[in-house]
């Protein structure tokens, strides 16, 4: 079986996954607004995204994603910055590697949803 995603090797592990933020701030039938929110040295535990999404900071430094199959990619995000994912992506966690608070706004288009298979 073909695990592209890390569904199963999280499953395997015992590890469940999280939502992919805090807090909703927002949600109608078109987006889902989530506030993100990392001191330094907090992780945001392993997550996966269905929805393209938009993440805005607004404060931050260097941040880790790391997969659940162990690739580790280093991020900048200061404040202003943004990203467009259009893809999905495997399973993974957030770890803010600065030594200030990373603070951003992830916003998922609900028109679209990514499947595993």
Known sequence: MDDKYGLKA???RGIELR???DKILLENEHIRMWEVRLEPGQTLGFHIHYHPYVVVS???GENEIETIF???ITTNEPAGSYV???EMRAVH???N???VTYL???IEMKSVTWTTT
């Open 104 to 106: 951003s706004r992830l």
């Open 97 to 99: 590697k600065s030594n």
């Open 84 to 86: 467009f994912i259009n």
């Open 70 to 72: 162990g690739k580790k």
């Open 58 to 60: 607004l404060g931050g």
């Open 19 to 21: 939502e992919i933020g």
């Open 93 to 95: 966690q957030l770890t």
């Open 10 to 12: 999280a499953a395997d």
